[in-house]
């Protein structure tokens, strides 16, 4: 199948690329580089903005696709809450001029790589998908918003559409080729790991007095290539089903920052420093995933997500 993947040259864009390399899909990236790096796709790439409707335009002008995967967001969390109209406006008008250039050249089918950042503090461990959807970014809003917009694209133009709400995205390719290679870095493994390898001089854990077993917040991590095989299978239920349906995609298992850090020392043989810092506002205290509706729905298991994965 031909897929047009927008910012297919991010993080998990470029491993979801590679995947779809691999299964024989013929791949278009666009992506304006902002975030992404040229270096980790080797298929067509075109350098555009989705708030350029001519940019966008014209990619399906020249080829005929069967499906896109919109990866192309802004995604920090902190930033979103600092400049709140940079987010809305990227995140849903771009998402709407992408909408708007399908609709025009009757491309019908889109995977949108939406976030579990919309159930902000879930009332209920594991979160499923039905769980109350109450953002506390605007990061988060931008996610619950656009699968909105995505809704009325199917119901008015029969747009299908399969939100994907992922978890804590972490992992790199097995060959290590490629990986998450963010500037500024603020996630938690990465740092760890720079710290780790004596590139930061301490690792600092945001609060330990939550209500947690351990005190320190409890998320979802999921491997990358596992979200990436998500992707596919997500692709071949809207071409075989062509039906609207979305999925949070986790392992199903929480970790403490504390086991994460400890993980990390272990693993690494190194003794880095940590300390107890305050807590970064809009943390909840908690949150995993209810993975059983693609487990069932999509026959899909994570497969890299153990935090104690061994390579055989
Ligand atoms: N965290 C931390 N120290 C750091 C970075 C993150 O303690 O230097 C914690 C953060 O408070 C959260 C968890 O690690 O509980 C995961 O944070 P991250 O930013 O990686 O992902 P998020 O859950 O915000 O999407």
Not at 235 to 250: H, M, P, Q, R, T
């Amino acid at each position: 199948m031909k897929i047009l993947v927008t910012g297919g040259a991010g993080y998990i864009g470029s491993h979801t690329v590679a995947e779809l390399l691999k299964a024989g899909h013929e791949v278009v990236v666009f992506d304006n580089l902002l975030y992404g790096h040229k270096e980790s796709i080797s298929c067509p790439l075109v350098v555009g903005d989705l708030l350029n409707k001519e940019e966008i335009n014209q990619v399906f002008e020249k080829e005929k696709f069967e499906g896109v995967i919109h990866f192309a967001n802004y995604a920090l969390v902190g930033e979103s809450m600092k400049n709140p109209g940079k987010y809305f406006e990227s995140n849903l008008q771009g998402g709407i001029n992408l909408l708007d250039a399908m609709k025009a050249h009757v491309v019908n089918k889109i995977v949108f790589s939406s976030s579990c950042a919309q159930y902000g503090f879930p009332e209920k461990l594991p979160v499923r998908e039905d769980e109350s959807k109450k953002p506390v970014s605007v990061y988060g809003e931008t996610k619950l918003l656009f699968e909105r917009i995505l809704a009325w694209y199917d119901k008015l133009f029969g747009i299908k559409n399969i939100c994907m709400r992922y978890f804590n995205a972490a992992g790199a390719s097995l060959d290590g080729s490629i990986g998450e290679d963010h500037t500024p870095e603020t996630h938690l493994i990465p740092l760890v790991m720079q710290t780790a390898l004596g590139q930061k001089e301490k690792q600092i854990i945001f609060g330990d007095d939550y209500q947690t077993p351990d005190g320190t917040n409890i998320r979802d991590y999921i491997h990358v290539l596992d979200l990436a095989s998500a992707h596919l299978r997500s692709l071949d239920y809207l071409i075989n089903e062509n039906k609207s349906d979305n999925f949070n995609v986790g392992t199903g298992t929480g970790y403490s920052v504390k086991q994460i850090v400890e993980t990390i020392k272990k693993i690494s043989g190194v003794d880095f420093l940590v300390e107890i810092g305050p807590r970064r506002p809009g943390d909840p205290d908690a949150v995993w995933a209810d993975n059983s509706k693609i487990k069932k729905i999509l026959s899909w298991e994570p497969r890299y997500s153990s935090l104690h994965h061994q390579r055989n």
